[in-house]
């Protein structure tokens, strides 16, 4: 079985930075993508940032230049590195992780979320 947890929200104020983390943890045989999504009051969740091994990453036109995606794949770990924030970043950040959990004997896909992480900025 496969889990994900996030780690590092917070408050901060405008223009500060915070660093989001999301650790996956079981009976992971490989992870193809790990995605950011965010979703704020009375808005539908959002596609953050996401990278997919091997490939660059992509990023939301709204967070361009501010914030960046990386993995570190020994770790099975995703980190969103937020810099310059807004009042309107303010949301529940969400990982999410498709890849492969090896099981008896076959291989078993998986598309996890984990619980969210709650990110304040205020202006």
């Known amino acids: 079985q496969v889990q994900l947890v996030e780690s590092g929200g917070g408050l901060v104020q405008a223009g500060e930075s915070l660093r989001l983390s999301c650790a996956a943890s079981g009976s992971i045989f490989s992870i193809k993508i790990m995605r950011w999504y965010r979703r704020a009051p009375g808005k539908q969740r959002e596609l953050v940032a996401g990278?997919?091994?091997?490939?660059?990453?992509n990023y939301a036109d709204s967070v361009k230049d501010r914030f960046t995606i990386s993995r570190d794949n020994a770790k099975n770990t995703v980190y969103l590195q937020m810099n310059s924030l807004k009042p309107e970043d303010t949301a529940v950040y969400f990982c999410?992780?498709?890849?492969?959990?090896?099981?008896?004997?076959?291989?078993?896909?998986?598309?996890?979320w984990g619980l969210g992480t709650q990110v304040t900025v205020s202006s």
């Open positions: 990278i997919i091994s091997g490939a660059a990453a």
């Open positions: 999410n992780a498709i890849g492969t959990a090896t099981g008896r004997g076959t291989p078993v896909p998986f598309d996890l």
